[in-house]
């Protein structure tokens, strides 16, 4: 069974962009979340969606969204976005919402530059 | 690879030798937990669970064993091997905004010397 597929792995912006990045969870889970890793801060917690809703958010600012689709795949957007955004975004994906305490599995991430 | 963290609590061992991975967690009402495993350039990859109404759980040459009375979870990992080189994140399932999430801990960074 394919893992968790994020694409770009890479991608570099200038401030005030805004970027879009996509997740595509493993067949027949329909949970994805969406966290931001730094080295200063560690791993932390963006949003979740299950069947094409949020039931979840942290504490980022409204510039960081989500959405998900009728298939399970998702997408997070950044918009204006500041150097401060540079970092690995991860997705990941389990079979029941996190409230159900399931393990999350993780793609490789999307390594955000922002310059 | 992408740096996980600069300043990691850092856990060398022996190849061969058993290595144990601590971590304290935050909440008391945290009734779930999972040991991660971060390879360089790599996202994390789950390497065992435990609820909390267990005290210890076994895997393939992994141990997790959690305290709830002192709020502390355990990774044992037996005749470490040079692969098992990555950095280790315990997570437990919390409310802190409202519905639950995994709550990543900082990480601890394992160094398997041949």
């Known amino acids: 069974k394919a893992g968790v597929t994020q694409t770009p792995r890479y991608l570099i912006k200038t401030r005030g962009q805004q970027v879009t990045l996509s997740c595509s969870p493993i067949?027949?889970?329909?949970?994805v979340s969406w966290y931001q890793q730094t080295p200063g801060q560690g791993l932390q917690f963006l949003f979740e969606?299950?069947?094409?809703?949020?039931?979840n958010k942290g504490n980022f600012p409204g510039r960081f969204s989500g959405r998900q689709f009728s298939n399970s795949r998702s997408e997070m957007n950044v918009s204006t976005l500041e150097l401060g955004d540079s970092a690995l975004y991860l997705c990941?994906?389990?079979?029941?919402?996190?409230?159900?305490?399931?393990?999350?599995?993780f793609g490789n991430g999307t390594r955000l530059t922002v310059t | 690879g992408e740096s996980v963290g600069l300043h990691l609590p850092t856990l060398s061992v022996q190849e061969g030798d058993n290595s144990i991975i601590n971590c304290a967690y935050s909440?008391?009402?945290?009734?779930?937990f999972i040991w991660y495993k971060q390879e360089s350039g790599k996202g994390p990859q789950f390497i065992i669970d435990?609820?909390?109404?267990?005290d210890k759980r076994q895997g393939q040459r992994v141990t997790v064993l959690l305290n709830k009375t002192v709020k502390h979870l355990s990774l044992q990992i037996a005749a470490t091997q040079p692969g098992d080189s990555a950095v280790y994140f315990c997570?437990?399932?919390?409310?802190?905004?409202?519905?639950?999430?995994?709550?990543f801990g900082s990480g601890t960074r394992l160094q398997v010397q041949p």
């Open positions: 990941a994906s389990s079979l029941v919402t996190q409230e159900g305490g399931s393990p999350l599995h």
């Open positions: 067949s027949g889970h329909r949970s």
């Open positions: 969606y299950f069947s094409e809703t949020q039931r």
């Open positions: 909440n008391s009402a945290s009734d779930y």
């Open positions: 435990i609820r909390s109404n267990m």
């Open positions: 997570a437990e399932n919390t409310a802190d905004t409202g519905r639950r999430a995994l709550t």
